[in-house]
Structures are given as C-alpha cells and as structure tokens.
C-alpha cells in the first residue's frame, strides 16, 4: 500500500514539472515571435518611409540626370547610334538666360563605354536646356560656337562646317558624319530618384555616289570631269535649321574610273560588250527642301556642263509610294545615301531619257526640272 502511494506521488510530481516545463517554454517562444514581429514591424516601417526618412547613420538615396542618346531616324527605322556615332558632346544651358553651364565631351573609344547614356550626375537639380552635337570617327570639319567672340549663351552655340585651306567655300573633303540632338527646358529636379531623358538624333550628312557610264565602252579619265554638288549649307543653328551665307561647293573625295566586260546575248549568241563607269563620292551637309542643291557635271576639255540638274528634286523622284506618308523633309533627313547613275553616249552627253537613283530606273518625260 506505501508503494503505491508513493508511485501516485511520484507521477503527481512529475506531471506537475512538466507542465511548469511546458509553460516556460511557451512563454519564450512567445517572447520570441513578440520580439521578430517588433523587428519586422521597424523594417516595414523604414522600407516605406523611403528617402523621405533621414537619420545620420543612413547614406543619402541615389539621384542623377542621364541622356539617352538614339538615331532611328534613318530608313531602316531601327538605332543605329552603337555602330555611327564615336564622339558625342553634350551643352548644359541655363533655361532662363540661355547661360552656358557645363560641357561635357565623350571622345570615340568610350562612347560604348558608356552604354549610349551621357551621365549628367554632377548637375544639380533644377531645370535645363541640352544641346548635343555627335560625330563620326572625326571632328576636324565641324566648329561649335564658330565666332568666339560671340556671347557663351545657347543660341550661339551653331555648327559650321569647314573649307578648303585657301579655297573658301570649297570642300574636297570626307567630311564624315554629323548628328543634332536637343533637349530644352527638362524637369531635373526631382532630388530621389536617378531621372533618364530620351533623346533623339538627326543625321546631317550624305553620302552621294554619282556613276557616269559609257555605252561604248569608252574610258572615261577622272581628269576629264570636274563633278560637284553646291548648296548653301555650310552653317546649322542650334535649332538644327540652316543659316543663309555659307555656301558649299562639295567636290568628290573619291574618283575611280574601271571598264569591264558584260555578257550579252543576241538570240543564241552571245557577245563581250566593254562597259566603262567613272564613280566619284562626295559628302554633303544637310539636305532641306526649298534649299537649292545643284548637281554639275562640267568637261574639263570643253568647258560645257554634260549635266546640270536640281539635286533635290531627283531625290524626292524615288521617295515611293510606301515613304509617301513622310514630308518631303523626314524622307531627306532619313535617307543619308544616294547613288545616281546617268548614262553618256560616244560624245560624252547625257542620254537624258533616264538614270538610276538607288536602283530606281526613272525614265524622264520632262528634262528640264
């Protein structure tokens, strides 16, 4: 009877301890899950309050100003700032007085370094004007704010193109490539937050590839044509608009002449024809509607012009139906490359019935465009 007695006591005992066990054991993961939902309900608290919450021992939030610099403006309607562009400058102006600020320039080598994005981090916040000049490989040939004397405020800030030493208003030069971008009165204020603007380009340069063929076969010397493109387009304003006095001569950078043989068939016979071509290659400045562009292809031996023709109205010949929704400018500024063929017969003239402007056959009812 003792023994079970004592049994009874010991197993009273016990469960006794264990539920003392029990509870001190809830009671700290109580305190536990209390303490972690404390933790969490601070963190919460800091992550919402954002910037806007400021304490010594956190650093400030990330802010800066980046352009985003792109050329879609072009036939293919896709960017291609990564494989044109090598050097980019960049012109900071005070919107209220046009001041100059800042001016920054990324020469080639790092404009893929910088991923296309000019870090502009170093302003502070406020309200800016941003006008961008690009170049190809080269910047020998263009001349921001060309008359130093002139006030440093943004509408001085032009793009003139050079001459020839000794021979003003003359270019037998490659030029190489040109670009205008702006970007005037953008919101930069905003002190949290990295704030990037889009910005696109325009090309202001072409390339235009003249053909001169022999039917006959006959070469044709390169001494023997002096081949030019003229038009008053030598100085572009901030805006991007032409200004008047400036006037270019634009002679070919490149002249090859070459004959060769062309197979041509007569029924089931077949004859070698010679075909002779001279090809020169220019580089002009912008192209603009109401601008006069002359194109001369003068005989050196004679003096006569073999073709003198408005350069323009040729170009907008082949502009197609399906570029028809595009002004006549948006068509001039997109298209950068022109190649024209015209055809000379034993005399050296112009067969005037038709050309070939990029691979378009235009046959001429009036040739006195």
């Given at each position: 009877m003792r023994l079970y007695e004592y049994r009874k006591e010991?197993?009273?005992?016990?469960?006794?301890?264990s539920k003392r066990t029990n509870s001190y054991f809830m009671k700290r993961i109580k305190t536990i899950y209390k303490s972690i939902a404390l933790v969490a309900l601070a963190f919460a608290s800091f992550v919402f309050a954002g910037c806007d919450r400021l304490h010594e021992d956190l650093q400030p939030c990330e802010r800066g100003i980046r352009l985003k610099l792109y050329y879609d403006y072009n036939m293919k309607f896709a960017d291609a700032f990564p494989s044109e562009v090598r050097n980019v400058s960049v012109y900071v102006f005070d919107?209220?007085?046009g001041s100059v600020i800042d001016r920054i320039n990324i020469p080639v080598g790092e404009v893929r370094e910088h991923e296309f994005e000019v870090n502009l981090d170093h302003l502070a916040p406020g309200h800016y004007d941003f006008l961008i000049w690009c170049y190809g490989e080269s910047v020998k040939h263009f001349t921001v704010r060309p008359n130093r004397a002139d006030e440093e405020i943004r509408q001085n800030y032009s793009c003139?193109?050079?001459?020839?030493?000794?021979?003003?208003?003359?270019?037998?030069?490659?030029?190489?490539?040109l670009y205008h971008g702006k970007l005037y009165n953008a919101d930069c204020s905003d002190e949290q937050r990295i704030v990037t603007f889009d910005v696109p380009l325009v090309k202001n340069t072409n390339v235009v590839r003249l053909v001169l063929q022999n039917l006959n076969g006959k070469y044709l010397p390169p001494e023997k044509f002096d081949i030019t493109l003229e038009s008053d387009n030598g100085h572009m304003d901030p805006d991007n608009m032409l200004i008047a006095g400036h006037n270019r001569v634009y002679h070919p950078w490149e002249v090859r002449s070459g004959t060769t043989g062309m197979n041509k068939f007569i029924g089931d016979t077949r004859a070698i024809t010679s075909v002779s071509a001279l090809v020169a290659e220019h580089t002009i400045g912008r192209i603009v509607p109401g601008n006069d562009v002359r194109l001369r292809v003068r005989n050196t031996e004679t003096g006569k012009d073999i073709i003198d023709l408005p350069f323009i109205d040729y170009a907008?010949?082949?502009?197609g139906n399906y570029n028809r929704p595009m002004s006549d400018l948006e068509y001039l500024d997109r298209q950068d490359e022109y190649n024209m063929v015209f055809f000379l017969d034993d005399k050296l003239e112009w067969i005037n019935q038709y050309i070939y402007i990029n691979s378009w056959r235009i046959v001429l009812q009036e040739t006195d465009l």
């Open positions: 010991r197993e009273t005992s016990l469960r006794s301890q919107p209220a007085n003139l193109m050079s001459e020839d030493e000794g021979a003003p208003g003359h270019q037998h030069n490659d030029i190489g490539r907008l010949l082949v502009k």
